[in-house]
C-alpha cells in the first residue's frame, strides 16, 4: 500500500537559491527531450503511418529513435562541462542537481510522449505534451528516497536531509504514516537529545534521533515550489498492508442517490433525497480582489521589482481561491457520505463541450455579428469556478475509504423528463419548476433530474427514442417506484401546496 502526504519546508535563502537553480536546469532538460522527440516524430511519422513494416525493413532509419533509455545516457556526457542554453547563453552545470531528479525528468518526457501516441492503459491518447516555461514546471522528485534522511524529530517539526542540498526543516502539521511520529524511532537504540534553549512558553525542545521507522517506509520525495513557499509530498510504502478489494455493492432504491449539478442561482447540488446543496462561489466573491490587483500590476513597468510583487500578491489570491474551493469540495463529500447511502449516481459533464466558445456569426459583407458570446463568458466562468470534475474526483475518493461507489451516469433527457410520469415538461432551460395539476405537488427542475438519474443507475429509466422529429418513450412506471418519488415532491413542496390547497 502507498500513501503520499504533503507538508511545507522552510529552506535557508542559499538552499532556495539551488533549488531554484535545479528547477531552471530540470526545465531546460525536460524542453530538451521533448524537442529531440518531436523533431524524430516529424520526420518519421508519416512513414510509419502509411508503411508499419519499414521498421522491420529499414532498421537503420529508426534506431535513432528518442526513448527513456536513450536520452538517460545522454546524462554522463553532459555532465562533463556547462551546457549553453541557445536563445540566452545561460550557462547550466548539470552535476549540481541530484541524479535521480534528471533521471525521473526523463521518466516523465516518456510518460507524457507514450500518452500522446500510443495512449493509457485505457487507450485513451492525450494531447500534444508542451514545453514547460517558468510557470508550469514546479516539481522535482527524489526517486531513491529512504527512511535515514529524516535526521531528528520533535513535536511540530522534523529534519530531513536531502542529497547536495542538506537538512531542511520540515512542519509536522498532520502524522507522518497510519501512526503518529513518536512510532518513527522506538527500537530500543532511540536517542533523545535536550536542547538547551526554550520555547516562548519556556519548555525545553526535544528532539528524537530516527533510527528506522517501523510500518511504512518512505520510496520517494518531490519538492515542489508553490506561491507561498516550498512543499514537500513523502511517498510511502508498507507492504505488509493487504490490498482491498471490497464486495460489490448491488444498488437498490433505498441505498443510492442521484447528484445533479444545479449550476443556477445559489445551489450547487440536487440530491434525489429532495435537497438542495448550496455552492461557494469563490471565484465570484473575490473577482473584485483579483480585478483591483490585475489593474494596478498591468500599470507598472514590465520586469520591474513593483510588477514581480503584484503579480505574487495575485497569485496568493488564486492559491487561497483554490484552496477554499477545494475545501468546500472535501466538506460537501463528507456530507453527502455522512447520509448513509453506499451507491451515487451523477451525471457525467461534458466540459469541455460546455466551456467552449460560441460559433461567430457573419454577415454578407463579413462583418461579425453579436453571437451571445458575452454571457456565455460568465457561464463558462461559473462552470470553471463550481469545478465539478474536481469535486467528483475527490468524491469518488472520499466514498471508496467509505465503502461507497460513484457511478458516472448519461444524463440525456434526465432533466427533461417528469420522473413519476412518462411525460416531457420542461422543454426549456428557463423552466425551473413545474406545478403538476393532477397531483397537486410542485416539482422542482434539478431535483427531479437527480430522481432521474438514480432511475437511471438502477435501470428503471425509461427509453427514449427519436422518430421523424418526435421524442417516443418506451417503458413504464412501477407503482411503488412512483409513490416514492411522489413522497419526495411532497416533502419539499409541502408548504407550497398547503398554500395552493387553502386558496382553492
Not at 514546479?138 to 517539526?157: E, G, S
Not at 536517542?191 to 530516527?210: N, R, Y
Not at 516550498?230 to 442517490?257: G, K, R
Request: proline content about 4%; hydrophobic content about 35%.
Amino acid at each position: 500500500m502507498k500513501i503520499t502526504y504533503q507538508y511545507r519546508f522552510y529552506p535557508s535563502t542559499k538552499q532556495k537559491l539551488e533549488l531554484n537553480h535545479w528547477l531552471r536546469i530540470s526545465r531546460y532538460w525536460y524542453n530538451r527531450q521533448l524537442g529531440e522527440r518531436f523533431d524524430w516524430w516529424k520526420n518519421n511519422h508519416l512513414q510509419l503511418k502509411s508503411f508499419p513494416f519499414w521498421k522491420n525493413i529499414f532498421p537503420s532509419l529508426f534506431g535513432n529513435k528518442p526513448n527513456y533509455y536513450s536520452q538517460k545516457l545522454q546524462l554522463p556526457i553532459i555532465k562533463q562541462d556547462l551546457v549553453k542554453v541557445f536563445h540566452s547563453g545561460e550557462l547550466l552545470d548539470f552535476k549540481r542537481v541530484e541524479s535521480t531528479i534528471l533521471q525521473d525528468v526523463c521518466k516523465r518526457v516518456d510518460k507524457a510522449f507514450e500518452r500522446f501516441i500510443i495512449g493509457d492503459v485505457n487507450g485513451k491518447r492525450s494531447g500534444k505534451p508542451r514545453f514547460q516555461s517558468e510557470s508550469s514546471f514546479k516539481t522535482m522528485t527524489f526517486a531513491t528516497a529512504n527512511d535515514n534522511w529524516i535526521k531528528l524529530v520533535r513535536k511540530n517539526w522534523f529534519y530531513l536531509q536531502l542529497p547536495k542540498l542538506g537538512i531542511v526543516k520540515v512542519r509536522i502539521h498532520r502524522s507522518l504514516g497510519s501512526q503518529d511520529l513518536k512510532k518513527w524511532g522506538q527500537p530500543s537504540n532511540e536517542i533523545v537529545l535536550e536542547d538547551q534553549g526554550s520555547t516562548k512558553q519556556g519548555c525545553p525542545h526535544f528532539f528524537a534521533a530516527i533510527s528506522k521507522p517501523t510500518g511504512f517506509k518512505i520510496k520517494q520525495i518531490s519538492v515542489t515550489k508553490k506561491v507561498d513557499g516550498w512543499y514537500m509530498q513523502v511517498c510511502l510504502e508498507d507492504n505488509s498492508v493487504p490490498q482491498h478489494t471490497p464486495d460489490p455493492i448491488i444498488p437498490t432504491w433505498d441505498n443510492s442517490m442521484g447528484l445533479d449539478a444545479v449550476l443556477h442561482g445559489n445551489d450547487y447540488l440536487a440530491t434525489s433525497d429532495g435537497e438542495k446543496l448550496p455552492s461557494l462561489k469563490v471565484l465570484r466573491k473575490s473577482q473584485h480582489k483579483l480585478d483591483k490587483i490585475s489593474l494596478i500590476r498591468n500599470k507598472r513597468k514590465r520586469g520591474s521589482k513593483s510588477r514581480r510583487k503584484l503579480a505574487k500578491k495575485e497569485g496568493k489570491q488564486h492559491q487561497k481561491i483554490a484552496r477554499s474551493r477545494k475545501d468546500f469540495h472535501y466538506k460537501t463529500a463528507h456530507k453527502l457520505i455522512r447520509s448513509g447511502k453506499k451507491v451515487f449516481f451523477h451525471e457525467k459533464l461534458n466540459l469541455q463541450g460546455l466551456g467552449k466558445r460560441n460559433k461567430p456569426k457573419q454577415d454578407e459583407t463579413g462583418k461579425f455579428l453579436p453571437n451571445g458570446q458575452s454571457a456565455k463568458s460568465g457561464l463558462n466562468k461559473s462552470w470553471n469556478d463550481a469545478a465539478f470534475p474536481q469535486f467528483f474526483e475527490i468524491f469518488s475518493y472520499i466514498a471508496e475509504k467509505a465503502g461507497a461507489v460513484v457511478v458516472p451516469q448519461n444524463p440525456a433527457y434526465t432533466s427533461q423528463l417528469l420522473s413519476y410520469r412518462n411525460e416531457i415538461v420542461f422543454t426549456s432551460l428557463n423552466a425551473r419548476k413545474y406545478w403538476d395539476e393532477k397531483e397537486l405537488i410542485y416539482v422542482d427542475r434539478d431535483i427531479n433530474a437527480a430522481i432521474n438519474l438514480k432511475k437511471l443507475g438502477l435501470g428503471i429509466f425509461p427509453r427514449i427514442k427519436r422518430r421523424s422529429g418526435k421524442i417516443v418513450i418506451e417503458g413504464s412506471i412501477a407503482d411503488s417506484t412512483m409513490k416514492e418519488i411522489l413522497n419526495i415532491f411532497h416533502k419539499t413542496s409541502e408548504a407550497y401546496t398547503e398554500f395552493v390547497l387553502k386558496s382553492v
